[in-house]
């Protein structure tokens, strides 16, 4: 019985978290990704990268190539969101629980969140290459730095 209690739990946990996850994962892309194109990533990092006129031009192209793309996407993927949703939670309530459906559902969805940060990636692997060598170099350095001091703050809200 004990581990039926815990497998409904799962169950029931699982629809929850890969829902939200996919919900935000669409805005949360666009939102990121906005803010990583208008330079206000990571303490303005592109800001600091003293970009060409021209450099700012092809970031403003892909961004709103990225906009456009975006926006037709988002409410189909939401629709499909829904509806492996409410399988999940058919499945769920259903009187005897059906493992390989459940994981096949969490499959295609995880797959799916696969899929929009390869596209988010692909989307920052073009906006890096409008940079100089120079440019790549001073950014990896910024990253890092950025890096560290996230580090250092979670640190020190962990020692409290």
């Known amino acids: 019985m004990k581990i039926f209690n815990k497998t409904l739990v799962i169950a029931m ?4 978290a ?4 996919s919900a ?29 006129a021209a450099q700012q031009q092809e970031m403003k192209t892909l961004r709103q190539a990225n906009r456009s793309e975006h ?8 629709k499909t969101m829904l509806a492996e949703r409410q399988q999940l939670d058919k499945l769920v309530l259903a ?16 797959q ?10 692909e989307q920052r692997h073009k906006m890096l290459n409008i940079l100089t060598p120079e440019q790549k170099q001073k950014y990896a ?12 703050r979670l640190e020190a809200k962990n020692s409290h």
Do not use: C, W, Y
């Open 18 to 21: 890969l829902g939200s996850m």
């Open 141 to 152: 350095e910024l990253q890092q730095q950025r890096a560290e001091k996230h580090l250092m």
């Open 71 to 78: 926006q037709a996407q988002r409410v189909e993927n939401h």
């Open 112 to 121: 799916q969140q696969v899929e929009r940060r390869v596209a988010m990636l």
């Open 95 to 110: 009187s005897n629980f059906d493992e390989s459906a459940v994981r096949a559902i969490a499959e295609k969805m995880s």
């Open 13 to 16: 946990a699982l629809p929850l």
């Open 24 to 52: 935000f994962a669409g805005q949360d892309h666009q939102d990121h990704q906005g803010r990583m194109m208008k330079g206000h990533h990571g303490g303005k990092i592109f800001s600091q990268l003293d970009l060409t």
